[in-house]
């Protein structure tokens, strides 16, 4: 079977060395192969040790939350770019961004900015929710209740005293659209609650959901 056939094997998913290895074990001198289909751009490098096919090698379009799932893990794509995905709010984000139990990090890659904030790994998968794209693949992604919580707890300085500020907040400085939220899940916020980070701020972006139902 020729090479970009067997590549094409990997489809839009991101892989790793050892498996890209596995497809070159005929090769003499395959770290040397690698270097040179990098080269070319038949690999994309996002990290070391970690590829996607190049654009004309592609037979599917890739996913950039698959990708952030698999960049850096345990993690789950989050904040502004789920919050964008799910519609709630009406601008493009620029990168995608995650909350990981790991330390925080960031990539600059050929696709775009990753970034990854810290969270407790107690609440780490509360409200994330299994999505999958149009050619199939499966990715990790906060559900709307989770990715407001996220919000909250990464927004600097963020100093509210009333619902109606937080409301103010919500509607006004990230622009959520309320009707786009639906059914928001209370038990996602009472667990982020038990956790024990920005309880105050959690309580009272409870109170402002329920007044939006």
Same mark, same amino acid.
């Given at each position: 079977?020729?090479? #970009?056939?067997? &590549?094409? *094997? %990997?489809?839009?998913?991101?892989?790793?060395?050892?498996? $890209? =290895?596995?497809?070159?074990?005929?090769?003499?001198?395959?770290?040397?192969?690698?270097?040179?289909?990098?080269?070319?751009?038949?690999?994309?490098?996002?990290?070391?040790?970690?590829?996607?096919?190049?654009?004309?090698?592609?037979?599917?379009?890739?996913?950039?939350?698959?990708?952030?799932?698999?960049?850096?893990?345990?993690?789950?794509?989050?904040?502004?770019?789920?919050?964008?995905?799910?519609?709630?709010?009406?601008?493009?984000?620029?990168?995608?961004?995650?909350?990981?139990?790991?330390?925080?990090?960031?990539? #600059?890659?050929? &696709?775009? *900015? %990753?970034?990854?904030?810290?969270?407790?790994?107690?609440? $780490? =998968?509360?409200?994330?929710?299994?999505?999958?794209?149009?050619?199939?693949?499966?990715?990790?992604?906060?559900?709307?209740?989770?990715?407001?919580?996220?919000?909250?707890?990464?927004?600097?300085?963020?100093?509210?005293?009333?619902?109606?500020?937080?409301?103010?907040?919500?509607?006004?400085?990230?622009?959520?659209?309320?009707?786009?939220?639906?059914?928001?899940?209370?038990?996602?916020?009472?667990?982020?609650?038990?956790?024990?980070?920005?309880?105050?701020?959690?309580?009272?972006?409870?109170?402002?959901?329920?007044?939006?139902?």
């Amino acid at each position: 079977m020729r090479l #970009e056939h067997q &590549l094409q *094997h %990997f489809g839009s998913a991101p892989f790793s060395r050892a498996a $890209l =290895l596995s497809v070159l074990q005929h090769y003499r001198r395959p770290n040397d192969k690698i270097a040179r289909l990098a080269e070319e751009g038949v690999l994309v490098p996002l990290k070391k040790g970690l590829y996607v096919l190049g654009p004309e090698w592609r037979t599917q379009p890739l996913s950039l939350p698959l990708i952030a799932n698999n960049l850096y893990g345990p993690s789950c794509v989050s904040l502004d770019w789920a919050l964008a995905w799910h519609g709630l709010i009406p601008e493009g984000v620029f990168g995608v961004t995650s909350v990981t139990s790991r330390r925080a990090k960031s990539y #600059e890659t050929p &696709l775009g *900015h %990753f970034t990854y904030h810290h969270l407790a790994e107690s609440v $780490l =998968l509360c409200g994330a929710v299994m999505e999958s794209s149009e050619n199939g693949v499966h990715y990790l992604i906060a559900g709307p209740t989770k990715a407001l919580c996220d919000k909250v707890l990464f927004t600097r300085n963020l100093r509210l005293s009333s619902v109606s500020a937080m409301r103010a907040f919500l509607e006004e400085d990230l622009r959520i659209d309320p009707e786009a939220v639906g059914h928001h899940d209370r038990e996602v916020i009472r667990t982020y609650c038990r956790a024990g980070r920005k309880v105050g701020m959690l309580e009272l972006l409870e109170q402002a959901m329920e007044q939006w139902t």
